[in-house]
């Protein structure tokens, strides 16, 4: 037995602790990529999070009479100032953007083409601008720098 062991014990070494290896990487590839589907999961799951969120908040929009001037090309904040309403709302939008920025600065959502158009659209309208202007000072310097871009990216 003792003379088998001797002539043997590399095969039974690499029988016993090479096929473990291989097990060990086969688990870590595996739970890698069960790791990645979860990730991915969570990321649309936020969008998704996100989505309602904005949804919501347009939802008052579309049922206040009067915040249609939000939405105003045209709308001249000197002859008819900001209504304490519209402040309210373009405020939520900032604090919805706020967290849509640090969602997909952190990679925690699926990002989607076209955000800083649509943000930089939205900002250049009177009343939001208007209101961008005075929070601006309240927001953390990197998100008022991405609101500046998109602002600038859209002119």
């Not at 347009?58 to 049922?63: D, P």
């Not at 309210?88 to 919805?96: D, R």
């Not at 989607?112 to 158009?117: E, L, N, Q, W």
């Amino acid at each position: 037995m003792e003379h088998w062991l001797a002539e043997n014990w590399l095969n039974i070494f690499t029988l016993l602790f090479g096929s473990g290896l291989w097990f060990a990487v086969f688990s870590i590839v595996k739970n890698t990529q069960v790791r990645k589907e979860e990730v991915k999961e969570q990321k649309i799951a936020n969008l998704l999070a996100i989505t309602a969120s904005h949804r919501e908040i347009w939802k008052i929009y579309l049922y206040c009479n009067n915040l249609e001037r939000i939405r105003d090309v045209v709308a001249d904040t000197t002859k008819h100032p900001i209504t304490h309403r519209e402040r309210v709302f373009v405020n939520l939008v900032i604090q919805q953007v706020n967290s849509v920025y640090y969602t997909m600065a952190d990679q925690l959502v699926v990002e989607y083409d076209g955000i800083r158009r649509d943000i930089g659209e939205f900002f250049s309208l009177p009343i939001p601008n208007a209101v961008w202007r005075s929070a601006k000072p309240l927001q953390s310097h990197d998100f008022a720098a991405f609101v500046e871009s998109a602002l600038k990216n859209h002119k």
